[in-house]
């Protein structure tokens, strides 16, 4: 079975400072990862996927992820935080027939001036 | 830029009520998806549905729940007896081919409230 557990409840960093989100997954055959982005009264924003092409991805707003398979890990990072980025982020894996997602539990990232 | 739009962005219910969550996917899209948020807790897969059947359902989507394409555009949650635990953000999405990798975009959510 997928699942993808997310390392950090919360995460709290200063404004200018770099940004690490953790994930790692579950999976019996090689993974589709994504990391979903939900700011305050929005929907779910796709940042980035991996699906088995090259294993460091980048996204929107400066983000990237690497796939590593020997860590079974899907990590999400920015070089530089900013106000604009404080949200819930959630790691997923995709899972079944028809794709549906299986996401983690969500990572609340704070954003300190 | 196409979106997914869902109507209302916040419904309240008393028990045993019935509910009818509205959803207008991306247009070339053609599987659907309903996902759903308890407070505090993680996003859950509902139901996925193509070719107006439902492809796959999760253990949640039990008789209680249904879904319909009724005019090409929409694309609907029925919950027939509310319950107190249907209380949820319900989350809409469509992805144009519906295998795992294609990208899900999701709608704005539904705050469902069950009083």
Known sequence: AQSVTQLDSHVSVSEGTPVLLRCNYS???????F???QHPNKGLQLLLKYT?????????NGFEAEFKKSETSFHLTK???HMSDAAEYFCVVGSGNTGK????????LQVKP | EPEVTQTPSHQVTQMGQEVILRCVPISNHLYFYWYRQILGQKVEFLVSFYNNEISEKSEIFDDQFSVERPDGSNFTLKIRSTKLEDSAMYFCASSEVGLVGDTQYFGPGTRLTVL
């Open chain 1, 27 to 33: 999976s019996s055959y090689s993974p589709s990862l």
């Open chain 1, 79 to 81: 070089p530089s935080a």
């Open chain 1, 52 to 60: 088995s092409a090259a294993t460091l991805v980048k996204g929107i």
């Open chain 1, 35 to 37: 990391w979903y982005v």
């Open chain 1, 101 to 108: 997602l299986i996401f983690g539990q969500g990572t609340t």
